[in-house]
C-alpha cells in the first residue's frame, strides 16, 4: 500500500475526483487503481473564496514497486506506514500483581484500558462519580450554584475533556501512531468513525458521556475494576537514607488500605490535595509555566464569515475555528487557547468560593456563540517563585478575586470588549449574550486577573481584529477567569516514566505536566501502561 500526501480538490468537487485524482497524480490506467481509503482530510482556507480540500489517500495498485521506483525521492508519495498498535506485553496466565491507576480521566481510561487488554487487572481508583451521576452534580453547579467538589467538571469518570470541545488532536510528536490507538479505540466505543480521518476531530460532551461507560464496561470484562467516590488520602512510600522511596500501596478516606507496588497517577491539573499530599510525601516536584485570561465570546456566524467568506455554513467546513497569537510590548504573549466553536462558556471551579471559566460544545457545534480562551503566559521564575506549588496559590488567588468581582454565588465576572479597551468597568450587557451558567455580574475584569495581563490582552484585541474582523467588536463579552489551562507543576519522572526519587509511581498525563488534552493525554497513558506492564514483568523500557 502507499501513502499520498497533498491530494488537493476544490471544496465542492464530484465524489468520482478522488480516484481521478489518484490516476492523474500517478499516471497510471485506471485498471492499475485496486482501492484507496482517506487517511486525513483538510482544508486550505487562506483564500475564503476559493477553499481547497487536501488529501492524505492510502492506494493500493497492482505493481506499487514500480509506481514508488517511478516517484523515488518525492516525498508526496511513499510506502505507507503500518499505523496497527502492537502490544508490548502481555500477563502470564495466574499473574497476580495488580497495578493501580488513580483517577479515570482520558489518560487513565487509556492506562487502564491497555493494562486490562495486557491481562493485568488494574483497579481503578476515581475520586468523583460515574460519569451520569457526575453530570447530574455538574448541572446541579450551573443551574443552582451548588458544588460537589469531588464531581463537577474536573472530577469524575472522563475527567475534564467529557466537559469540553471533545477535540482529538495534537501536536505530540507520534512515532508510533499510538494516537490512532486511542481514535480507534474511540470509535469502537462509539465515535463518528469520521474522527479517523478529518484533520481537527472532536466529538462533544453528548458522545464522550456514552464512550467512556463504553471504554468502562470494556476494561471490567476483561478483568479490571473501577471504583468510583474513592478518593486516596495517602500514597504510601517508603524511602531509604539515600532519599529514594518505593510504593507499597495506597490508602483512601475512610481508612482502606490497597497493597500495591505499581502506582499509575493520572489525576488531572486539579488535584490539589494531592499534590500537597505527594508533595509532603517528598515525591520531587517542580514548578511549571501555565498561563491564565478569560474567556471571549462572538457570534459564531462573525467568525465564520471572516474565516470562511462565501463557504460560511458549508457541510464539510462546519463551525469554524480560529488560532491567535500576538506577542505584546510588555515582552508577554497573549493567544488563544480550547477554542469552542459554537459552544458554550462553563463554570469548571473544583473548589468552593472561587470561579473558573472553561469551554465546552457539542459535536453539533450549533450553538449561538463561539468562545475561547484568551490567555497569557505565567512562568514560575517571574510570577511565582520559590515553591514547587506556587502555581496552585497563584490560580486559587485570582479564582477568588474572581468569585469576589461575580457577586458571590458562582456569578462570573464579565465584561464588554469596549469597555475592557476603555478601562472602565461594564455596567450592562451587549448584543452578546453570555453563555456562561449560573449567570455573569457585569464588571471590570481588572479586579480578578493580574495587572500584566490586562495589559497584554488590551493590546493584543486590536490586533486579533486585524486577523479576524470583528474580533475586538465592542459587544463582544468576555468572561473570568481562566485558569486551568494546564498543570502549575510537573511530577517529573525518568525515562521508564516512574518519578525520579519514587519507584513504582508513573506520573502520568496532564496533571502531571506530560499532555495537554484528551489526545495527548491518551497516548500518554498508553506508553504509561505500557511502562508498568514491563516493569511488572521485570523487564526494561525499550
Not at 459552544?343 to 450549533?366: I, K
Not at 495589559?455 to 485558569?483: C, H, K, N, W, Y
Request: aromatic share 8%.
Amino acid at each position: 500500500m502507499l501513502r499520498l500526501t497533498e491530494v488537493r480538490l476544490p471544496l465542492d468537487h464530484p465524489e468520482d475526483a478522488l480516484p481521478a485524482a489518484i490516476l492523474q497524480r500517478l499516471g497510471i490506467p485506471a485498471q492499475d487503481l485496486l482501492e484507496f481509503t482517506v487517511f486525513r482530510r483538510g482544508y486550505d482556507a487562506r483564500k475564503p473564496s476559493a477553499i481547497i480540500l487536501t488529501y492524505t489517500l492510502d492506494v493500493t495498485l497492482k505493481n506499487e514497486a514500480a509506481v514508488l521506483k517511478r516517484f523515488a525521492g518525492d516525498r508526496h508519495v511513499t510506502v505507507a506506514p503500518d499505523t496497527g498498535y502492537k502490544f508490548v506485553a502481555q500477563a502470564p496466565a495466574g499473574f497476580s500483581k495488580r497495578p493501580v491507576v488513580i483517577g479515570f480521566g482520558p489518560c487513565g481510561i487509556f492506562a487502564a484500558l491497555l493494562l486490562a487488554q495486557m491481562g493485568f487487572r488494574p483497579i481503578v481508583l476515581e475520586r468523583g462519580k460515574a460519569v451520569r451521576e457526575r453530570t447530574q452534580d455538574t448541572w446541579g453547579l450551573w443551574r443552582k450554584s451548588t458544588l460537589n467538589p469531588d464531581s463537577n467538571v474536573q472530577f469524575g469518570e472522563g475527567g475534564a475533556g467529557t466537559f469540553s470541545d471533545g477535540k482529538l488532536y495534537s501536536q505530540i510528536k507520534d512515532p508510533r501512531y499510538l494516537g490512532r490507538k486511542v481514535l480507534t479505540e474511540f470509535v469502537k466505543a462509539g465515535a463518528p468513525e469520521e474522527i479517523l480521518y478529518v484533520s481537527k476531530p472532536h466529538i462533544g460532551t453528548f458522545k464522550l458521556v456514552g464512550m467512556v461507560e463504553e471504554m468502562r464496561a470494556d476494561i471490567i470484562a476483561l478483568g479490571g475494576e473501577i471504583r468510583f467516590s474513592s478518593r486516596v488520602e495517602e500514597i504510601d512510600i517508603q524511602r531509604g537514607s539515600d532519599d529514594q522511596g518505593q510504593v507499597k500501596g495506597v490508602r483512601l478516606i475512610g481508612g482502606e488500605y490497597i497493597e500495591t507496588d505499581h502506582v499509575v497517577l493520572a489525576i488531572g491539573h486539579s488535584a490539589r490535595d494531592t499534590f500537597e499530599m505527594l508533595h509532603g510525601k517528598g515525591v520531587y516536584i517542580e514548578a511549571k509555566p501555565f498561563s491564565i485570561g478569560v474567556r471571549i465570546e462572538h457570534p459564531q456566524s462573525l467568525i465564520d464569515r471572516a474565516r470562511f467568506g462565501a463557504n460560511a455554513g458549508h457541510p464539510l467546513l462546519g463551525a469554524a475555528d480560529y488560532k491567535l497569537v500576538h506577542h505584546a510590548k510588555n515582552g508577554r504573549d497573549a493567544y488563544s487557547f480550547c477554542m469552542c466553536p459554537g459552544g458554550t462558556v462553563v463554570a469548571a471551579t473544583s473548589e468552593p468560593n472561587r470561579v473558573v471559566t472553561n469551554g465546552m460544545s457539542q459535536y453539533s457545534r450549533n450553538e449561538r456563540n463561539a468562545n475561547s480562551g484568551i490567555v497569557v503566559g505565567v512562568t514560575p521564575e517571574q510570577d511565582y517563585p520559590g515553591h514547587p506549588l506556587a502555581g496552585i496559590e497563584f490560580q486559587r488567588y485570582w479564582e477568588a478575586k474572581a468569585y469576589e468581582a461575580g457577586g458571590g454565588d458562582y456569578a462570573a465576572p464579565a465584561q464588554r470588549v469596549g469597555d475592557f479597551l476603555a478601562g472602565r468597568a461594564s455596567t450592562e450587557l451587549g448584543a452578546v449574550v453570555p453563555s456562561y451558567k449560573p449567570g455573569v455580574t457585569p464588571t471590570d475584569l481588572s479586579l480578578c486577573l493580574p495587572d500584566f495581563v490586562v495589559q497584554t490582552i488590551r493590546e493584543s484585541l486590536p490586533a486579533f481584529g486585524r486577523q479576524i474582523r470583528g474580533f475586538d467588536m465592542d459587544d463582544a463579552i468576555m468572561t473570568g477567569v481562566e485558569t486551568r489551562t494546564s498543570s502549575p507543576l510537573r511530577i517529573k519522572r525518568n525515562q521508564d516514566y516512574q518519578s525520579l526519587n519514587t519507584r513504582g509511581l508513573f506520573p502520568a498525563g496532564e496533571g502531571a505536566g506530560y499532555a495537554g488534552g484528551i489526545l495527548s493525554a491518551g497516548v500518554d497513558g498508553i506508553e504509561v501502561a505500557e511502562a508498568v506492564a514491563l516493569s511488572l514483568l521485570g523487564r526494561q523500557v525499550a
